[in-house]
């Protein structure tokens, strides 16, 4: 079963930063691309960032590029996002998301808060 | 950047109705483009990819067409089960966009 565990938010103030992980199972995770995709509170979907399955490829929204890294560690089959500077708006539910291939995002994990605010 | 555009943004129907939503991309994007389902305090959901893909364990009742720059999610008879936010997303190039949802909601 395919298993996606995102965990790193919490409250942080403007122009601090966070890092968020997400630790896969149930798949060959060194296999596929992986994504961030967030979600403000009761709005609807936004893209952040994606990998590809060997890091040879990166990348990012307008809204977080030059503030946001996506890495990965195929060896512990997580998914990193290192957000600095952060900002209000960069308030949301994130979630790390898999890639079936085409940039079809198949399994979800549940999400973990961003709150930034002073 | 690629935009998407939903429409209706809501819409009202019966257990038993067809309905279709509509996606239009703000250019070529052959048959790049998905739907998700999204369910109040749930995860988004994959339900159609290369714009008529039935993802794995979808119902039959959800069909997705189109090509180009206009799409269609229909849900041929609606079910309990299907009163939820509908997203589509493009996925021609980066930066991955998804529209603005339609809010399908029970009359």
């Known amino acids: 079963e395919v298993q996606l565990v995102e965990s790193g938010g919490g409250l942080v103030q403007p122009g601090r930063s966070l890092r968020l992980s997400c630790a896969a199972s149930g798949f060959t995770f060194n296999d596929y691309a992986m994504h961030w995709v967030r979600q403000a509170p009761g709005k609807g979907l936004e893209w952040v960032s994606s990998?590809?399955?060997?890091?040879?490829?990166?990348g990012y929204a307008d809204s977080v590029k030059g503030r946001f890294t996506i890495s990965r560690d195929n060896a512990k089959t997580s998914l990193y996002l290192q957000m600095n500077i952060l900002r209000p708006e960069d308030t949301a539910l994130y979630y790390c998301?898999?890639?079936?291939?085409?940039?079809?995002?198949?399994?979800w994990g549940q999400g973990t808060l961003v709150t930034v605010s002073s | 950047d690629i935009q998407m555009t939903q429409s209706p943004s809501s819409v009202s129907a019966s257990v038993g109705d067809r309905v279709t939503i509509t996606c239009r991309a703000s250019?070529?994007?052959?048959?790049?483009l998905a739907w998700y389902q999204q369910k109040p305090g749930k995860v988004p959901k994959l339900l159609i990819y290369?714009?008529?893909s039935l993802q794995s364990g979808v119902p039959s009742r959800f069909s997705g067409s189109g090509f180009g720059t206009d799409f269609t999610l229909t849900i041929s008879s609606l079910q309990p089960e299907d009163f939820a936010t509908y997203y589509c997303q493009q996925a021609h190039s980066f930066p991955i966009t998804f529209g603005q949802g339609t809010r399908l909601e029970i009359k």
């Open positions: 290369a714009a008529s």
């Open positions: 998301a898999k890639d079936r291939g085409g940039n079809w995002l198949d399994f």
């Open positions: 990998i590809s399955w060997n890091s040879g490829s990166v």
């Open positions: 250019q070529v994007i052959s048959s790049w």
